[in-house]
């Protein structure tokens, strides 16, 4: 049977893209590898989370400080978890604001994925050795790569993509990370119950050592863009306040309406991820079986995503620009929660669960990050990963709390309160297509455009 016409036509402009930016090609790997090293660990982080065996997750001295207060830390697991990411990410926000200030990309970037190898080296003899606790560090330490490790790379992609490239390129970037994400959980299942969790970290520190790699050689390139445009080069320290990507955002108001979609966003997210976690502690108290679990659900959010990515994406911010790729989402998930609130399934919740990640990673991500091609360097560094990492875990932590609140009432309240969230995220993202008009189409030569610094 010959292979459908539609399907050739998208192989064909694939083919024809890596061959006029050989970039593409390094950020493919990248991408692909960043996710896969990721995908490897997430179902040991979500089973940590959702682990029944409390002595696990949690240090012994913790466990007896809480049960002396008549608080036990088996009903109050995420609560806990979430509310000491929001903290560790407090604390790193200006620390990362001090590398990025002080040094240049050339030294900074490659330590950032370093510092991640070297811990999953430790992480590696923490689970070999069953040390107790070992599931809390493992899962603040897993929240802290992602959301910093990836928020590195689309920023360091803003500075080696125009914004029409952008537009044409992410959408075939982010399929590459979707395979990645794809191959993660198949390892994990493949080999989890066979060799054990603790190499699992050594699997995930190969990958990472392949996106140093690329990273390496992907500079290349941004220099050259740089120069040709006459762009401040990000060779150089970058200068300025280590506070000053959470300055901008309370005094920019895309960068502030981009915040509210975000948290929104989250909040979206984690009322759905409690509601599961629950569901996973009363179905699985073996380890290796939950996460096994959510390797599967994984699996069913890539396959989505990787389809929308191949089929969708690029069309829609090519044509069209990111204002579908931005409100879709929105209207998918306030139907989904609509649909929860009428009638909360265990499998209704997997399956909101699935489309409400599949579309961020598909649609939302890849339309946000195109934003930052036509700012200035502090906006790409700094406020958007104050974005990724401090405003994302705020949210975090503010839901978490939320939904044990609500489940005291039932799921029905809380997805009648994720309706509410889910619409806030829309009007979120309507206004910042607003202030996103006022951008310029791309940074203007001799300057770095909006967050240039000083």
């Not at 040709?228 to 309370?250: C, F, H, T, Y």
Request: charge should be positive.
């Amino acid at each position: 049977m010959s292979e459908p016409r539609p399907l050739r036509l998208r192989a064909s402009r694939l083919r024809g893209a890596l061959r006029e930016s050989p970039p593409l090609v390094w950020a493919f790997l990248y991408f692909f590898c960043l996710l896969s090293g990721y995908y490897v660990l997430r179902p040991v982080r979500e089973a940590m989370g959702a682990s029944a065996d409390v002595a696990a997750v949690f240090p012994l001295a913790m466990i007896e400080f809480f049960a002396a207060r008549g608080m036990p830390l088996k009903e109050f697991a995420l609560q806990v978890l979430f509310t000491c990411t929001f903290v560790i990410m407090l604390v790193l926000q200006p620390v990362y604001g001090a590398i990025v200030s002080r040094y240049p990309r050339r030294v900074f970037l490659p330590l950032v994925y370093g510092f991640f190898i070297v811990t999953l080296l430790l992480f590696y003899v923490l689970f070999h050795t069953g040390v107790p606790g070992r599931g809390m560090a493992f899962f603040l330490w897993i929240t802290v790569f992602n959301l910093f490790a990836v928020a590195v790379f689309w920023s360091f992609m803003a500075d080696i993509f125009s914004n029409a490239e952008a537009r044409a390129y992410y959408g075939y970037i982010g399929a590459a990370g979707t395979v990645g994400a794809f191959l993660g959980p198949i390892i994990t299942r493949s080999l989890v119950e066979r060799v054990g969790i603790a190499n699992l970290m050594l699997v995930s520190a190969g990958f990472l050592a392949v996106c140093v790699v690329c990273l390496l050689r992907l500079r290349l390139w941004a220099v050259a863009r740089e120069q040709e445009r006459n762009l401040v080069s990000g060779e150089q320290p970058m200068g300025g306040d280590v506070l000053a990507g959470l300055k901008l955002i309370v005094r920019e108001p895309l960068l502030r309406w981009l915040a509210i979609m975000v948290v929104f966003g989250v909040g979206v997210g984690t009322l759905l991820y409690n509601e599961q976690a629950a569901i996973v502690r009363r179905l699985y108290a073996d380890a290796a079986a939950s996460t096994a679990y959510y390797a599967g659900i994984d699996l069913a959010v890539n396959a989505l995503t990787l389809f929308v990515q191949l089929v969708v994406t690029r069309a829609l911010l090519s044509r069209f620009g990111i204002a579908p790729a931005l409100l879709i989402p929105g209207g998918a998930i306030i139907l989904g929660y609509a649909a929860l609130a009428a009638s909360p399934l265990p499998m209704m919740v997997a399956i909101v669960q699935v489309v409400t990640r599949a579309s961020e990673f598909s649609l939302a991500k890849p339309a946000r990050e195109t934003l930052y091609t036509r700012v200035g360097r502090e906006w790409r560094y700094k406020a958007g990963a104050a974005i990724d990492t401090v405003v994302y875990r705020g949210g975090d932590l503010s839901f978490v709390w939320l939904h044990k609140l609500l489940s005291g009432f039932g799921s029905q309240a809380v997805f009648v309160a994720g309706l509410l969230v889910a619409t806030g995220m829309t009007l979120g993202a309507w206004r910042l297509l607003r202030e996103a008009g006022k951008l310029p189409e791309e940074r203007p030569a001799a300057s770095d455009g909006p967050g240039a610094a000083g």
